[in-house]
């Protein structure tokens, strides 16, 4: 359940399992979090140091300006992108 190439698509689908499940406005940031990739977590966990609360809206905002950022193929797309080739000897 993570929201890949299309952030938009996968909140509508989140919002329907929300629905089907009768899950409180409060509780869907808590589950959703448990579904994302690593990059995804990073930013989130950065949302949560900036925030004191983090409400659905504001964590579906920041994961489509998340997206549309790693997009455009910013420094901070580039920055969580880093992967390790070879060993580290």
């Given at each position: 359940?993570?929201?890949?190439?299309?952030?938009?698509n996968?909140?509508?689908?989140m919002?329907k399992?929300?629905?089907?499940?009768?899950?409180?406005?409060?509780?869907?940031v808590?589950?959703?979090?448990?579904?994302?990739e690593?990059?995804?977590?990073l930013?989130?966990?950065?949302?949560c140091s900036?925030?004191?609360?983090?409400?659905?809206s504001?964590?579906?905002?920041?994961m489509?300006?998340?997206?549309e950022?790693?997009?455009?193929n910013?420094?901070?797309?580039?920055?969580?992108n880093?992967k390790?080739?070879g060993?580290?000897?």
């Amino acid at each position: 359940m993570v929201y890949g190439k299309d952030p938009v698509n996968w909140i509508l689908q989140m919002e329907k399992y929300f629905d089907l499940h009768g899950v409180p406005l409060l509780q869907k940031v808590r589950i959703t979090s448990n579904y994302l990739e690593p990059n995804q977590f990073l930013c989130y966990k950065g949302l949560c140091s900036r925030k004191p609360l983090v409400t659905w809206s504001i964590f579906m905002e920041e994961m489509i300006t998340h997206y549309e950022d790693t997009k455009r193929n910013t420094l901070f797309s580039k920055l969580i992108n880093i992967k390790q080739k070879g060993s580290m000897d």
